[in-house]
């Protein structure tokens, strides 16, 4: 008997030993439980602070050192995220071969992009073109640890993707405009944006929530991306003009016109040939009957349609980075009659008489010094433009004023160091263009102000009216001042006017 309690006495010993085990295993199994569901939030936290980033749907999450969020909008490294979607990217601004930290451009197989430090600005440029277009970004491009840096928004404009930031997902989808023809040409089976030599103005309608299309007859129109009609299938030609989506159609009868992405008919297609010049005057270049002329969106003429040429060749200025060659300085529009040209402002008024052989000089080599130096149409810091009569040079402002009188054997620029120098040939004596300004004209312009200025003070002061003879002996007294170029410096004016007298 004492045996069997001592047999209980062993069982129940070990039953409580298995029963302690059993509790440590089971804490030890809900510790382990724990430390899991830990672990597994702990990695939805960690993935969830990720940024996540993809481009045409593969995950591109190298990119989030890159860009920069600040107060839930995304700065965008322009140069380093350009090879991200298909561009190359270059320091400095597009044929200006100077390495300026300051500027940059991006250019794809149909496309340059340029952008310059704290400006609001991007211009483009198609490869195949001569033609910018400027659009107007949300903030200026910064500089940010030696980078230049664009908003989403100028990135969506700059590098033609759509750029999507959810914050509550902490996710960014970009999607470039190749992938996006590829996707819509399928959805699309008479879209006229994938076909060989597709317009790549037309595929960025893309990028706007419209679709170029074509008929069997071959003739386009445009839908929006849920499939409703925006312009018929009967135009021979459509190009899209991104900067203000609207659309350059040629009809059947070979004639052009400006339609919106409304519907609505801003220039009725009447004109042999049609392209914006200015978006934001909405000014248009017209050419019927191989004249040409400047109407507004509101088919209003502003030039007219009797002109040999409007525009200068910015090619020939390459140092002058025209990125408009027909609205000088946003109010000047060169034209051409007869081999002779003028200038109008956007107004319509004519500043500049049409009588003048050439606008700009080209001179190539500095015979004197066999220097190479660069042909110039303007000489910015007094909105100069250069202007030529009877083989020598001279120089008119914005409005058409006289700078500098037709006397110069020539005028150009050199660059050194980054810094671009104007110059001017006058009898064999080379001169810095803006010393000569400065110096000689400037006084002479402000001290004429200034007498004006106080002459008008004593005939208001005085309240009496002044005589016709009177004023007309003022304004012959200044014209002589000029004409003997006398002036506050009391310096003897190298140019002497009885020689620039024709």
């Known amino acids: 008997?004492?045996?069997?309690?001592?047999?209980?006495?062993?069982?129940?010993?070990?039953?409580?030993?298995?029963?302690?085990?059993?509790k440590i295993i089971g804490i030890i199994l809900v510790i382990l439980l724990f430390l899991?569901?830990?672990?597994?939030?702990?990695?939805?936290?960690?993935?969830?602070?990720?940024?996540?980033?993809?481009?045409?749907?593969?995950?591109?999450?190298?990119?989030?050192?890159?860009?920069?969020?600040?107060?839930?909008?995304?700065?965008?490294?322009?140069?380093?995220?350009?090879?991200?979607?298909g561009y190359e990217s270059y320091s400095g601004d597009y044929k200006q071969y100077a390495e300026d930290q300051t500027k940059c451009y991006v250019q794809c197989a149909n496309e340059i992009a340029s952008f310059t430090m704290n400006s609001d600005k991007i211009y483009k440029l198609l490869t195949n073109g001569t033609d910018y277009e400027?659009?107007?970004?949300?903030?200026?491009?910064?500089?940010?640890?030696?980078?230049?840096?664009?908003?989403?928004?100028?990135?969506?404009?700059?590098?033609?993707?759509?750029?999507?930031?959810?914050?509550?997902?902490?996710?960014?989808?970009?999607?470039?405009?190749?992938?996006?023809v590829t996707y819509w040409a399928g959805q699309f089976e008479n879209s006229a944006i994938a076909e060989d030599g597709a317009n790549f103005s037309n595929q960025k309608a893309l990028l706007y929530n419209m679709v170029v299309v074509k008929n069997a007859d071959e003739f386009y129109g445009v839908y929006d991306l849920s499939g409703n009609e925006i312009l018929g299938t009967k135009y021979a030609s459509i190009e899209f003009i991104e900067s203000t989506k609207e659309f350059i159609v040629r009809t059947a009868e070979n004639k052009m016109g400006i339609m919106?992405?409304?519907?609505?008919?801003?220039?009725?297609?009447?004109?042999?040939?049609?392209?914006?010049?200015?978006?934001?005057?909405?000014?248009?270049?017209?050419?019927?009957?191989?004249?040409?002329?400047?109407?507004?969106?509101?088919?209003?003429?502003?030039?007219?349609?009797?002109?040999?040429?409007?525009?200068i060749d910015s090619s020939k200025f390459?140092?002058?980075?025209?990125?408009?060659?027909?609205?000088?300085?946003?109010?000047?529009i060169p034209v051409k009659l007869n081999n002779k040209w003028g200038l109008f402002d956007k107004t319509g008024k004519n500043i500049l008489p049409v009588e003048y052989d050439d606008l700009g000089c080209s001179i190539g080599t500095n015979t004197a010094t066999s220097q190479t130096v660069n042909n110039i149409l303007l000489i910015p810091d007094y909105e100069g433009i250069v202007v030529k009569k009877d083989e020598l040079y001279g120089l008119v402002d914005s409005q058409g004023n006289e700078l500098l009188p037709t006397a110069?054997?020539?005028?150009?620029?050199?660059?050194?160091?980054?810094?671009?120098t104007y110059h001017m040939i006058y009898n064999n004596q080379e001169m810095n263009?803006?010393?000569?300004?400065?110096?000689?004209?400037?006084?002479t312009t402000e001290g004429?102000?200034?007498?004006?200025?106080?002459?008008?003070?004593e005939t208001n002061v005085n309240n009496e009216p002044t005589s016709n003879n009177q004023v007309n002996t003022e304004a012959e007294t200044n014209s002589t001042d000029i004409e003997n170029n006398t002036n506050v410096t009391n310096n003897e004016n190298p140019v002497n006017n009885e020689q620039t007298i024709n």
């Open 36 to 85: 899991c569901i830990g672990l597994v939030v702990l990695m939805y936290y960690i993935d969830s602070a990720q940024l996540k980033i993809s481009i045409d749907g593969v995950s591109k999450n190298q990119l989030e050192d890159l860009l920069i969020i600040e107060n839930d909008k995304v700065y965008v490294p322009i140069r380093a995220f350009a090879s991200y979607v």
């Open 318 to 332: 390459n140092s002058n980075n025209i990125k408009n060659q027909y609205l000088l300085y946003d109010n000047c």
């Open 134 to 180: 400027y659009f107007t970004i949300d903030e200026p491009i910064k500089m940010i640890n030696g980078n230049l840096y664009i908003t989403s928004e100028g990135a969506q404009t700059a590098f033609n993707i759509t750029f999507t930031y959810n914050k509550e997902q902490n996710q960014i989808v970009i999607y470039t405009l190749p992938y996006l």
């Open 1 to 22: 008997m004492n045996d069997l309690i001592g047999n209980n006495y062993d069982e129940t010993e070990e039953q409580l030993k298995a029963k302690k085990w059993m």
């Open 433 to 443: 263009v803006i010393t000569y300004i400065e110096t000689y004209i400037k006084p």
């Open 448 to 457: 004429n102000e200034q007498t004006n200025e106080n002459t008008n003070n």
């Open 408 to 420: 110069l054997t020539s005028i150009y620029s050199t660059i050194s160091a980054g810094e671009e």
């Open 260 to 311: 919106s992405y409304d519907s609505t008919t801003k220039i009725s297609p009447e004109y042999d040939e049609i392209k914006q010049i200015d978006k934001d005057s909405g000014l248009y270049l017209v050419r019927n009957n191989n004249k040409e002329g400047v109407i507004n969106n509101s088919g209003n003429v502003i030039v007219y349609l009797e002109y040999d040429q409007i525009g």
